[in-house]
């Protein structure tokens, strides 16, 4: 899923082809699903024919302000969402789908931005794709102040709490801190690898318990935070300028007979595990991640990747839990429309955790 780095590389897209541009065209795609309280032909006569005066972004959200009467354009990427500019092959990032074409219009488009400058000779074509149809378009008279961005907690680049306020938001709850982290009414923004990122370098165990953090592990929890997303956004979330110490580099090997070559500070190999999480699968290094819990550090299990916590899961983003029940509800009746010989012929591909 895109995370805030990967928005805000979007967020920069748009204003390095769209700002100052009118929308002097837009295609779209019926969807009930992505286009979230408006239809797609109120998007498209909404949108037509203003100036993109801005791009900002919030969190996993982004959005256009347009000159002129009428609401603006706020969007989330869900899943697989992604944008892509005519020409160009689409927007990248770790997770996304591993085959990518140029091909015009693309697959899976809800719609496409005809935009053109003052002095521009031909206009610039920018689509919003979203395979899964976990994404989100809607349009919003104040984005700013109306859901789905008035319902988030801070965002660490924008927003970023003082430490004694970081410190009250933490200690008040009682969930595991990786569960409280993907809690975007919380930490806006923050995603799967980025927590993961934040409790490796804080050096804290993604099954701590919020109300028995030590102060020094809240202090680096809080540095980390902004930090982990402050660079990641630096190099426009380009993952090969990461360092070769984070766990980004090394994390994706679960399951899979290649090894990591992440070191500890003291030069040995690290040992990368993986359990999950508020209903995650997190990945964090067992010498440099203990589980304290208030300080006293418990004694591991010995169990090995991908156990299971014992504690409260919490979903990454609830909103998408439910769409997808609702796809997969669709995709089972569409399939039981059709003849006998086809049904059986069809297959249902299990979803990536």
Known sequence: ??????V???????????????????????????????????????????VVDDVQRYGKVFYLQLTGKGRHPVMHFGMTGMLQVKGRLPMHYREAPRKASTDWPPRFMKFILHLKGESDSETIQVA???????????????????????????????????????????????????????????????????????????????EERCNVMTEEQLKTLHKQTAEVCRFAVSVNADDS?????????????????????LKLPNGEPATIKWLTVGGRTSAYVAELQKLQRGGAVVKSSGTEEADESDLTPLSDDEDEAKVEKVTRKLKRKDTETLPVRSTRRRTTRKQPS
């Open 241 to 261: 300028k990461f360092p070769e110490d984070w766990l980004f580099k090394h994390r994706w090997g679960k399951g899979k007979k290649e090894k990591h070559s």
């Open 8 to 50: 805000e590389r979007a967020a920069r897209l748009l204003r390095e082809v769209a700002l100052g541009k009118t929308i002097v065209d837009v295609d779209t795609t019926e969807d009930t699903i992505v286009f979230s309280g408006v239809s797609h032909e109120e998007f498209k006569d909404e949108v037509q024919g203003r």
């Open 128 to 206: 919003f794709l979203d395979a899964r149809r976990l994404g989100r378009i809607r349009l919003c008279k104040s984005p700013l102040t109306e859901p789905p961005i008035s319902a988030l907690g801070f965002d660490p680049i924008i927003s970023m709490p003082d430490l004694e306020d970081f410190k009250k938001g933490v200690l008040k709850r009682s969930c595991p801190i990786k569960a409280l982290l993907l809690d975007q009414s919380f930490s806006a923004g923050v995603g799967n690898w980025v927590a993961d990122e934040i409790l490796y370098h804080a050096r804290v165990h993604p």
């Open 1 to 6: 899923m895109p995370e805030l780095p990967e």
